[in-house]
């Protein structure tokens, strides 16, 4: 089970959900509670373990925008999370190894995701970082055999529920392990990936799981 800490904005949360055992972390870049500067989230990233996967969130920017803020951060993935075209996915992933394409639950686009050509498909909620659980009959949208990474109200207290519901290729959460907007919980983050790990159907091999290993750059 892959797990993803999404909202990342401090030194402190980075090296925490690190050595807890998360498999990325988020960085936002699009406006948001949980919003960082490209330089400060490149400054957090160097301190970092090459093995975890560095994600910058982004939402309706031109390519050549992600692209630049990427570069600067030195994020190893990009996660587009708004109403991005396939051809934008696309033209970002010429650049970005790793991308992964969001999408709100219940959105026609969902069963189309495949058109983009991400990496990974993430099933949010309707409201983006609002803690807010979504039906999860709804991921059956997505296109058969997608690497389908969960987000939406995901908690310590639910994520095995979801796990065994929707038996996702892995999780993300930003709200459900919080003490305050863009600040972490350690009990919380603990309790999340130990209970998202005890659920998950299939171990995630880490960077020997990707098309490429981001472990060597």
């Not at 948001?32 to 990233?45: K, Y």
């Not at 969130?57 to 587009?80: H, I, T, Y």
Request: charged residues 25%; hydrophobic residues 45%.
């Amino acid at each position: 089970m892959f797990v993803k800490i999404c909202g990342i904005t401090t030194e402190e949360d980075a090296l925490l959900a690190v050595a807890l055992g998360a498999d990325a972390l988020g960085f936002v870049f699009a406006p948001s509670t949980r919003q960082i500067a490209a330089q400060h989230a490149h400054d957090i990233i160097r301190r970092l373990p090459p093995e975890v996967m560095t994600v910058g969130v982004f939402r309706d920017d031109l390519p050549e925008r992600v692209l630049e803020l990427a570069d600067v951060a030195g994020v190893k993935a990009v996660q587009l999370h708004g109403h991005e075209a396939p051809e934008v996915t696309r033209a970002v992933h010429q650049r970005v190894r790793f991308v992964i394409k969001a999408f709100p639950a219940g959105s026609p686009s969902l069963r189309r995701a495949a058109e983009h050509g991400a990496d990974a498909i993430l099933v949010d909620s309707a409201l983006p970082g609002s803690g807010i659980v979504f039906d999860w009959s709804l991921v059956d949208d997505a296109p058969a055999d997608s690497r389908i990474l969960l987000a939406g109200g995901l908690t310590p207290d639910n994520v095995a529920t979801a796990i065994a519901r929707v038996r996702p290729w892995g999780v993300d959460v930003s709200s459900g392990v919080e003490r305050e907007p863009g600040r972490k919980d350690p009990v919380k983050v603990k309790a999340f990936i130990d209970a998202a790990r005890a659920a998950g159907p299939d171990p995630y091999r880490g960077p020997d799981e990707m098309p490429y290993d981001w472990a060597d750059e």
